[in-house]
């Protein structure tokens, strides 16, 4: 079959009609021969490089972002087919005819897409990548700067999807999540390589005995359905004849038999197709993208968590692009790679442990995104400035954690500051009550734990509030040479303990914060 193309394009005339039917057979038959597609290309530009050109990786892109042609490739499912392919060439000997064009045939096309820097296996078609977008990145900040939250618009820029309303956006997210193209999941001390990537877990069946198995890990499935999302566009037309040729080599019989049918939504079917292919068959499919949520990144041993994933999630060792890596899998013995619609989001809470302090290996490979505390968010209603009004007075929030801030990071530093986010469900119930709530549960905790029985500073950070007054220790029977504070819990309810925070000298709120 591969053959007989190579035949009629040794006798093709673009001229003579029976040649030209001759070669579109050919070729369309031959690009049913499993793990030829873009490659045939590759051959008939050997075997014929002035009349046949490579549609390479590389020379794909160099053809969409350098010759214009992003439009053809966007229109092609998977690979071209001969009618797609002689309306190319027609079109690039067209373009090389032009005066102002430094390229005259395709060798020298060849040549140049080779030789540029710029790396074009991410070619316009590749419409799920955003701008900018890193494939791995991690916020970071201290808590309460919305990290969590927002890790839901991230990934839906991922998908190509904004919306100004939350709740909406959240319901798309939470949609995608169900259709297995999003997952999220908590490092932990005790969360390990077998939890993420692959491990043997113990079964007992329905008689009690006792059996051991290879369980695929959270990371593992995920990266399996985008690798699968790649092949499935590539290989779309040729899925039933792939499944019968992965069966006869079925390595997962316990799970899978020969009479089996195939389904594009089983996971163990997924997992038999793509352990019959070559990585080198995943650098021309886009995929649809995926993303992975991984919160708390820096609480888990990274580095034993990751495994050889350090490597492979590297944006350039990717299957997509030239670099591409595979590995190993210790316990399954299976070749693994990772795709490049892949996304992997982290957060990183810096009061937990410093950025400074995480894995080197794995900080090279994430871009980090900045989520400090931003005061301008707490707003009301009306979306003004946060205040509440009692009385007479006012209590400016923004103002309070503010100054708070200030004094920590004066005290400390600034990788301990206290977020926006806790001041936020202030915009729905702007009380005293609910103020004093917050710092009760939230905010007084966190100083309790960065100032551990330091409470010189933790009083200097609360200014003259008198949330924590010293305790008298008359009845001792002896004499205590130290001073200890407890918490007023009384003053929590006070309005003016919390413009004490901020108030310095008698003046309104309004001028210190033009202050």
């Known amino acids: 079959m591969l053959w007989d193309v190579f035949e009629a394009a040794h006798q ?44 390479d990786s590389k020379s794909r ?38 005066d102002d064009s430094s390229i005259k045939n395709f060798p020298e096309l060849s040549y140049q897409a080779s030789l540029s820097d710029e790396n074009y296996t991410e070619i316009a078609s590749d419409s799920h990548r955003q701008k900018n977008m890193p494939v791995n990145m991690i916020l970071y900040g201290p808590p309460g700067t919305g990290k969590t939250y927002d890790t839901v618009s991230k990934a839906m820029q991922i998908f190509n999807i904004t919306n100004d309303d939350y709740l909406v956006l959240k319901k798309q997210f939470d949609a995608l999540k ?23 877990r113990a079964e007992t069946n329905d008689k009690g005995e006792l059996s051991y198995s290879i369980k695929d890990g959270i990371f ?52 038999l197709i793509l352990s019959a292919c070559k990585i080198a068959e995943f650098t021309a499919g886009t995929g649809e993208p995926y993303v992975l949520i991984i919160d708390e990144i820096n609480r888990g041993n990274t580095s034993r968590v990751f495994g050889e994933l350090i490597t492979l999630i590297e944006t350039t060792k990717r299957a997509g692009t030239n670099e591409v890596m595979d590995a190993i899998l210790p316990y399954s013995q299976e070749i693994f790679t990772v795709p490049d619609n892949l996304y992997i989001i982290g957060t990183m809470n810096t009061a937990d442990r410093s950025l400074a302090l995480m894995d080197t290996a794995l900080r090279r490979r994430f871009d ?37 801030n200030d004094r920590i990071e004066a005290l400390y530093d600034r990788e301990h500051t206290i977020g926006h986010a806790f001041f936020m469900k202030l915009k729905d119930e702007p009380t005293v009550e609910k103020l004093a709530y917050i710092f009760r549960n939230n905010i007084l905790p966190l100083l309790e734990e960065y100032f ?55 003046i309104d709120p309004d001028q210190a914060q033009s202050e």
């Open 12 to 55: 093709y005339d673009e001229s003579d009609e029976t040649s030209v039917d001759k070669f579109k057979i050919a070729y369309d038959k031959a690009t049913k021969v499993h793990g030829t597609k873009w490659n045939l290309t590759t051959g008939l530009y050997w075997a014929h490089p002035w009349d046949f050109p490579t549609l």
């Open 61 to 98: 892109g160099f053809i969409s972002v350098k010759l214009g042609l992003s439009a053809f490739f966007k229109s092609v499912k998977g690979s071209v087919n001969s009618s797609q392919y002689l309306e190319l060439i027609k079109t690039l000997n067209d373009k090389f005819l032009e």
């Open 178 to 200: 169900s259709e297995g193209r999003i997952e999220f999941v908590t490092f932990h001390q005790s969360f390990s390589y077998e939890d993420f990537v692959e491990g043997i």
């Open 220 to 271: 593992k499935k995920i990266a399996i359905g985008a690798l699968f999302s790649k092949f499935d566009e590539e290989f779309t037309e040729d899925l039933d004849e792939l499944w019968e040729e992965a069966k006869s080599k079925n390595r997962y019989q316990n799970k899978i038999t020969t009479d089996d049918a195939y389904d594009r939504n089983n996971y163990e079917h997924k997992k």
């Open 368 to 404: 980090f995104i900045e989520k400090m505390p931003d005061i301008s968010l707490i707003k009301d209603i009306d979306e003004n400035p946060l205040r509440i009004t009692v009385e007479d007075k006012i209590i400016d929030i923004q103002l309070m954690l503010q100054t708070i």
């Open 452 to 506: 551990f029985e330091d409470w010189d500073k933790i009083t200097k950070i609360l200014g003259k509030s008198n949330i924590y007054i010293k305790k008298n220790f008359d009845n001792l029977g002896f004499d205590y040479p130290g001073t200890n504070y407890s918490r007023n819990d009384s003053a929590l309810e006070n309005k003016d303990t919390y413009i004490n925070i901020y108030k310095l000298k008698d």
